[in-house]
């Protein structure tokens, strides 16, 4: 069985979206796995977002752990580039009866240090994909718009020290072109790409549209990344990733393991994500 650490900030829909999502699996004997932690780096009463979050989490019985960021910044001194280690060894103390084989940092809204990256097998979800833009979500797509792309996609890595750069374990990509999209494609032409930002926000329908692409894509992508991890067909040790035959995953696949044949099925047959 494959012992999960789950690491979030637990601030919105999305991240107790993204737990629901694999824990109802796991209970539904999907995915022989159990979430062996929840970790949050909030504490109860911080915020209404990661409350509910909270919520959840008992609600299915996982234990959870918390240590508020925002409190530790207030009880040391110094910039936060030079305490973040030192935050994570005070985690990494609060984490050491569990012995997870992979973590998930899922909404996780703190860049996590060397240390911590070396300690745990991180697993990173990232809207983009494996040669696609890096930062935020809301940056993939301006940037997915701005470079007229045909395709986008989604990836988990390995975190590193190397923000977003980490090695990739698997990638499942999706179309936004064609129908639903090209009309709105067209509708940019001739239109100042900034100026719309200004005025139009995410509130422009081609940005919701390629959102909803990825969106709906993301937790299908984690659930079966973990699949694939708990069958041993991709197997991680430290901060390496092999395939099944034991062959390291950035020598036969630097993209990772694509996975949009299980996703498409898994769509196919839910009919929703």
Not at 75 to 92: F, I, K, N, P, Q
Not at 110 to 116: A, E, F, S
Not at 119 to 144: C, E, F, K, M, S
Not at 185 to 208: C, H, I, M, V
Request: glycine share 10%; with cysteine; proline share 4%.
């Amino acid at each position: 069985m494959l012992n999960i650490g789950w690491i979030s900030t637990g601030r919105g829909e999305g991240s107790r979206g993204l737990l629901q999502f694999v824990q109802d699996r796991i209970l539904r004997d999907e995915l022989n796995a159990r979430i062996e932690f929840v970790f949050s780096n909030r504490a109860l009463g911080e915020a209404e977002g990661s409350d509910q979050f909270f919520q959840m989490v008992r609600d299915y019985g996982l234990p959870l752990v918390t240590l508020s960021s925002a409190q530790f910044r207030r009880d040391h001194t110094g910039r936060w580039s030079a305490l973040r280690e030192t935050y994570d060894a005070a985690v990494m103390g609060l984490l050491d009866n569990y012995a997870p084989h992979i973590c998930v940092l899922a909404g996780y809204m703190l860049i996590v240090g060397g240390t911590m990256c070396r300690r745990y097998p991180l697993l990173n979800l990232h809207p983009a994909l494996p040669d696609g833009p890096i930062g935020t979500w809301q940056d993939v797509i301006w940037r997915l718009i701005d470079q007229r792309a045909q395709r986008t996609g989604a990836m988990t890595h390995l975190a590193t020290e190397a923000v977003d750069r980490g090695p990739v374990v698997t990638h499942c990509t999706a179309p936004i072109v064609g129908y639903g999209f090209d009309h709105e494609w067209r509708s940019l032409n001739g239109q100042d790409l900034a100026e719309l930002k200004t005025s139009r926000g995410e509130d422009l329908p081609l940005f919701q549209l390629i959102r909803q692409a990825e969106y709906r894509r993301e937790p299908h992508l984690l659930l079966e990344t973990l699949r694939a991890i708990s069958d041993s067909k991709l197997i991680i040790r430290g901060s390496n990733v092999f395939d099944a035959a034991g062959q390291l995953l950035t020598d036969s696949m630097p993209t990772g393991l694509c996975l949009d044949t299980e996703i498409d099925r898994a769509i196919s047959e839910t009919g929703i994500a």
